[in-house]
Each structure stands twice: as structure tokens, then as C-alpha cells.
């Protein structure tokens, strides 16, 4: 007021013919500077502006603090004129965006906020969007100006911006900037940009970047490497450090919010949002599917989308396998291998509502066991090949115990059938492997493969398993020898036909199967001696007499013959019927 008293005859012009108030000015505005302030500020902000510039990265914290008040007041002092110094705030405001003071932080925001009200859309982007894609390769540099971004989207004017919401939206979704966020700071930071992004869209514009925002925020979600403790991320809001969960939170109900946007029935599920964009989601991360290693971040987004997509990953199996296809073969990097097969058991775990929603995983369990699961059996030196091995039957096994669950047998023996021989090949040499893991899988998929295609398997290739499985009775692991037993179970209900048909036949093989499993009868561990029992308890039924004999040859060699003597009854009862 004083300047303008002072200078009257020179702003008299300006009084009597004074500009209205911009119509998109910032709200709520605490008050708009006098003409005079105004005025004076235009006239000076060239001066004070660089100088200021420089005090925001000043070592003292309090010079840093007082410049960041200063620097709203000047902005909103200065209107228009700012879109002429708008490259001298940004690169201020890039710097102390990451400042250790919060209050520095909050006084920026503000600034930018203020600046984006002045400064048409188009202009600032120009200085913005390639600042942002430089940034890419530091993940600080990167929150810093996406921080920056977040502020300058919701000050902008709606209708200026719209336009260049698809450009702002695909550069946020490229690759070097939604894979470049790695650190929670920055995930934080890109989705509050992206919420700024669609907040600022109409019911037109949100169609143009609906998908790409749908990545990206899946790359957000996306949390690799990122340990449970990080003390990474900083909120917008009150400077605190949200866990990974509470950022998961609301990248869903951003994707809630989107979905909303977009008219789709039932937003609060998302499950019209994931059919909608699964499929362009998927063909963006199969551009460079082919190139990936352990490093790539397009992986683990391929992680996100596939669980929380849930049932919409049926309709697009085809699609997926092709990468499985790819990624598993055996010549690809060892841990891509092992992160891609962990995926697909947990997917494979969850068939009913993930792969097999739609019915059609039934015709790829061939191509799943034969083409990516199977080579990744084989016996190699070295314990990364032992590794694989592990984890390549851990996912046989989730794949046949879920089937198992959803699927008849008669299905599932089926979908065995391309496959049954070389998958029993397999199984054989696995219960030899040296990894305790590898052994116990394997023995209790033989029993589940055995439970559902026994019937239709040839009895002689059958026959062939009953030496190896008497000798996992003899593991180091109880595990193992408890699988074991179950694999016994099974191997007997398929063979029992071909015994009580030609009983004197096999008559020196159930002698030999017998001795095998009775020196376990006097196991240490009850749960083993338990679990032996009930094998032979379904053994002596194919030749009591034979079992009787046997029991009689050794039971004065166990310390406990409670289990022998009811041996001997069942074998009492059974014998009339022979």
C-alpha cells in the first residue's frame, strides 16, 4: 500500500483500469496482493528470485526455511509474470523438493502450486517432461521431480491441461520412469502424481489414459527388493513412513477411483477395471519379454498383474504361457527361472480363481509339465541346477494337488497322459536327488500322479518304482520317509489288480516288498512306524499267508510286537478269502 501511494501518478492507469482477479486463481487464496505489491514484485522478481533460488540449498536449515516462506508470497505476487522466470523456480524447486525440512518442502509446494495457476500447462511440460526423464536414472532426482510434477497437475487449469494429460500419462508409464521408482519415497511420490493425473481428467480424457495409468500404477504395486524395514518413503502430507501395505492400500483404491472415472460396474472389486486393460497391460510387458534377466522390473510387474488380476488371467492363459515358454527354458538366467516359477505355482495354487477361472488349464498341463517343468528337472552340476530342480517340483506338485482338488480324476489323468511317461522318467531320477526337498516332493507327487492315472498306466512301468521306493524308507528324512509311504499307498492300489491275478507270479516281489517294509515296522519314530503299518495293513490283502510268514520270520527281532500282532489278525481275516 505504501509503494502504491507513493508511485500513484505512475500506476494511476493502472487504478483506474485494474485487472480483475484471474478466474483461475489459487483457492482458497488468503488474499490477493494489493496493486502496489503486485507492481513491485514484477518489476524486482528477476533480482530476488536467483539469489533466493541459491538460499533454498543454503547449509543453514533456518535460511533454507525462511527462503521457502518467501517463495509462495512472491508467486502469488507475481501472476503471469512468473511464466517468465517459471525455468529459474522449477530448477529451485527440483533441489529443495528433497529437502531433509519439512517445512522447506511444504513452503515449495506451495510455491509450485501457486505458479501452476499462472503458467499454462503447456509451457511448463516443455521444461517438466524431459526433466522428469532425465531424472529417471536417480531414483531422489526422480521423487524430486515428480514431487514437483504432483503440485504443478493440481494447481493446473482443467481445460488447458486436458490436452497434454495423454503425454503426461505415457511418460509417467515408460519404462525408465514406472520401472525407474524403486524406492518407496518414490513410489509414494509417482502415485500421488498419477492421483493429481486423474483428478484433473473428465469423463473424455480419462478413456485416453486410462491404460496407461493402470500400468503404471501396477508398477507401483510392484514392490522388488524393497526390504519390510525400508525407512524409505516419506508421505506428502505429514512427513511420516508408511508401510509397503499402506502404499498397496492405496494404489487400489486409486485404481478404485479409476475405474469410478470410467463408468465400469461394481468399482470397489476391480475386477471390470483388470478385464478391461489385462490384455494391453500384458502385450506392453511382452515387447521385452524376450530380454528379460533377474534384473528386470517388467518381471516383477508381471508378479502384480497376474495376482491381482485373479480370474481375468484365464481368459488370457494363451498369452501367458507364451512367456512362461520363454522365460523358463532352460538356457535363461537362473534366478528369472526361479522367480517365474514361483509365480506360477502361486498362481497354480489358486487355479480355480486365477489360471483356470475360465477351464482351459486342463489342455496346457501338458505344455506346463512337458515344456516348462520337466527340463528344468533334469539332473545338472551345481547347486543353482539343484535349486531349479527344487523349485521346478515344488510347482509339479502345487499343479497337481490343486487340479487334484478342482478336477476329477478322470480329467486330470487325461491331462497326464501326453506327458505320463516322461513325467514318471522324471519322478524316478528326483527321489534320488540329493536335496531332501526335491526327494519329498517328488515322492509325494509319484503318489499323487499314481492316485490319478494309475488305473490307465501299464502295470509292468508301475512294477518297475517298488526298488526305489523301498529304498526312500531308508532316507536320512522322515519327511521323505513319511512321502514315501504315501507314494506306497498309491503304487499298491494301482498294482493290486496284477497281483491277486497272477498272486505266485509276484509272489518274490511282495516277498521282497515285505521284508522292506517290515524292518521299518521297528522304527524309532511312532509316526513312521505308524505310517508302515498302514502300508502293509493294504500289502498283506494281496497275500496274507506270505505276510504272515514273514512277520512270524521276524518277530522276534522288534522290541515292540503290538503292531506284529495285529499284523498277524488282519492277515487271519484276510486269509479265508484267498
Known amino acids: 500500500a505504501k509503494f502504491e501511494a507513493e508511485n500513484e501518478e505512475d500506476l494511476k492507469d493502472k487504478q483506474d483500469f485494474a485487472t480483475l482477479c484471474p478466474e483461475h486463481y489459487p483457492v482458497p487464496p488468503a488474499k490477493r496482493p494489493n496493486l502496489g505489491c503486485r507492481t513491485l514484485v514484477n518489476r524486482n522478481l528477476s533480482k530476488i528470485l536467483p539469489p533466493l533460488s541459491r538460499d533454498l540449498t543454503d547449509w543453514v536449515a533456518s535460511t533454507r526455511l525462511k527462503s521457502a516462506q518467501l517463495l509462495p508470497h512472491l508467486i502469488l505476487a507475481a501472476e503471469s509474470y512468473t511464466t517468465q522466470h517459471l525455468e529459474t ?196 510387458l511382452k515387447r521385452t519379454f524376450t530380454d528379460w534377466t533377474k534384473h528386470s522390473y517388467e518381471r516383477a510387474i508381471l508378479d502384480t498383474l497376474c495376482l491381482e488380476a485373479g480370474p481375468v488371467v484365464g481368459a488370457h492363459l494363451p498369452d501367458l504361457m507364451e512367456v512362461f515358454r520363454v522365460c523358463l527354458h532352460v538356457d535363461k538366467d537362473v534366478e528369472l527361472r526361479l522367480k517365474l516359477f514361483l509365480l506360477l505355482a502361486r498362481l497354480c495354487a489358486r487355479s480355480a480363481e486365477t489360471v483356470d477361472s475360465c477351464g482351459q488349464l486342463p489342455e496346457h498341463i501338458p505344455d506346463i509339465i512337458g515344456q516348462l517343468i520337466l527340463p528344468n528337472c533334469r539332473w545338472r552340476a551345481g547347486r543353482t541346477a539343484e535349486a531349479i530342480r527344487r523349485v521346478a517340483v515344488a510347482c509339479l506338485w502345487t499343479l497337481l494337488s490343486a487340479q487334484s482338488t478342482n478336477d476329477s480324476d478322470s480329467t486330470m489323468s487325461e491331462s497326464l497322459k501326453p506327458v505320463l511317461d516322461e513325467l514318471l522318467t522324471a519322478l524316478g531320477s528326483l527321489m534320488e536327488d540329493d536335496s531332501q526337498e526335491t526327494r519329498h516332493l517328488a515322492s509325494r507327487c509319484l503318489g499323487k500322479v499314481l492316485a490319478t492315472s494309475g488305473p490307465a498306466m501299464d502295470a509292468d512301468k508301475v512294477h518297475q518304482f517298488y526298488p526305489s521306493l523301498v529304498k526312500r524308507l531308508d532316507d536320512s528324512s522322515d519327511a ?50 505308524s505310517a508302515v503299518y498302514g502300508v502293509l495293513a493294504v500289502a498283506g490283502r494281496l497275500h496274507s499267508r506270505l505276510l504272515a510268514e514273514e512277520v512270524q520270520r521276524v518277530r522276534h527281532k522288534h522290541r515292540d510286537e503290538a503292531l506284529l500282532t495285529r499284523l498277524l489278525e488282519e492277515c487271519q481275516r484276510d486269509s479265508p478269502s484267498e
Open 89 to 284: 523456480l522449477l530448477t529451485a524447486a527440483y533441489r529443495a523438493a528433497a529437502d531433509d525440512e519439512a517445512g522447506v518442502r511444504r513452503g515449495v509446494d506451495q510455491a509450485i502450486f501457486y505458479a501452476s495457476h499462472f503458467a499454462e500447462p503447456s509451457l511448463w511440460w516443455r521444461l517438466v517432461g524431459p526433466h522428469v526423464k532425465r531424472s529417471a536414472d536417480g531414483n531422489r532426482q526422480l521423487a524430486s521431480a515428480l514431487r514437483v510434477l504432483t503440485r504443478l497437475l493440481a494447481g493446473a487449469e482443467p481445460r488447458l491441461a486436458r490436452p497434454l494429460l495423454p503425454e503426461v500419462a505415457a511418460a509417467l508409464a515408460a519404462s525408465d520412469v514406472a520401472c525407474g521408482a524403486y524406492g518407496l519415497d518414490t513410489k509414494w511420490r509417482l502415485l500421488k502424481c498419477l492421483d493429481s493425473l486423474v483428478g484433473v481428467c473428465n469423463s473424455a480424457a480419462i478413456e485416453e489414459i486410462a491404460e496407461p495409468v493402470y500400468y503404471t500404477i501396477l508398477a507401483v504395486m510392484t514392490l522388488p527388493n524393497i526390504k519390510d524395514d525400508a525407512a524409505a518413503a516419506v508421505d506428502p502430507c505429514e512427513g511420516t513412513q508408511p508401510p509397503q501395505q499402506a502404499l498397496l492400500a492405496e494404489c487400489r483404491q486409486l485404481l478404485g477411483r479409476l475405474s469410478e472415472r470410467l463408468g465400469l460396474p461394481d468399482p470397489a472389486c476391480l475386477a471390470a477395471l483388470h478385464r478391461k486393460y489385462f490384455g494391453t497391460c500384458l502385450a506392453r
Open 480 to 529: 521323505v520317509r513319511l512321502s514315501a509311504c504315501e507314494a506306497w499307498l498309491a503304487w499298491l492300489g494301482v498294482t493290486a489288480q496284477s497281483f491277486r491275478s497272477s498272486p505266485d507270479l509276484y509272489a518274490a516281489h511282495l516277498q521282497d516288498i515285505y521284508r522292506g517294509l517290515l524292518v521299518h515296522l521297528d522304527d524309532q519314530d511312532s509316526r513312521i512306524r
